[in-house]
């Protein structure tokens, strides 16, 4: 069965702080691994979206990795700042049309000052 | 919110009731999702379309009906809503299912009580 999941489930940080979410899949056949950022009461937005050949990608203070042999990917969010207080989410696409992605439950980041 | 749009934003029926949701975009992409998002679980695809007239159901559609008539607009209808359909709707779009991005919609927030 195709699945996603995230850990941990929610964090609490400091203002300037680093951190590391993290994702495992098993989606076969896989095409592609997203990280979305949705801000409480808004939809999903995309941050990176990452091919079975891309290591890495980053989209400012965040960085994505993804390592196709282990089925795992983790978001880096450095410096952190009040405003990356929200849910990340990892969604793998696999390769079929229509119904293609495989969402996480998400993971809940607070930043506090 | 990259040219969608979602109506109502807020609603609350009884239990029975029809209810109709509306998303609009104006990307004039193809394809087109219906998701539920509740607390504990990932988003869920309820139906997409992938043209106009072309709809198929995705893991969570008892219950629910979809229509397309025009390629900018997209309606769910709950036949008879019932509690365990109070959840927030989100609507997503795309010109390219597998490998391009999905841009997601506002979201309604339902509550049937």
């Known amino acids: 069965k195709n699945q996603v999941e995230q850990s941990p489930q929610s964090l609490i940080i400091l203002e300037g702080k680093n951190c590391t979410l993290q994702?495992?899949?098993?989606?076969?056949?896989?095409?592609?691994l997203r990280w979305y950022k949705q801000d409480t009461g808004r939809g999903p937005v995309s941050l990176t979206i990452?091919?079975?050949?891309?290591n890495t990608k980053s989209n400012g203070r965040y960085t994505a990795t993804l390592d196709a042999d282990t089925k795992q990917s983790s978001l880096h969010i450095t410096a952190s700042q009040l405003s990356d207080s929200a849910s990340y989410i990892c969604?793998?696409?696999?390769?079929?049309?229509?119904?293609?992605?495989?969402f996480g439950k998400g993971t809940t980041l607070s930043v506090s000052s | 919110d990259a040219g969608i749009t979602q109506s109502p934003r807020h609603k609350v029926t009884e239990t029975g009731t029809p209810v109709t949701l509306r998303c609009h975009q104006t990307e004039n992409h193809r394809y087109m999702y219906w998701y539920r998002q509740d607390p504990g679980h990932g988003l869920r695809l309820i139906h997409y379309?992938?043209?106009?007239?072309?709809?198929d159901k995705g893991e969570v559609s008892d219950g629910y009906s979809v229509s397309r008539s025009k390629t900018e607009d997209f309606l769910l209808t709950l036949e008879s809503a019932t509690s365990s359909q109070t959840s927030v709707y989100f609507c997503?779009?795309?010109?390219?299912?597998?490998?391009?991005?999905?841009?997601f919609g506002p979201g309604t927030r339902l509550t049937v009580t």
């Open positions: 997503a779009i795309t010109g390219t299912p597998v490998s391009g991005e999905q841009y």
């Open positions: 990452m091919t079975f050949s891309e």
């Open positions: 994702c495992n899949y098993t989606v076969s056949p896989f095409s592609n």
């Open positions: 379309s992938y043209g106009v007239k072309d709809t």
């Open positions: 969604v793998v696409s696999a390769e079929q049309a229509g119904t293609a992605l495989i």
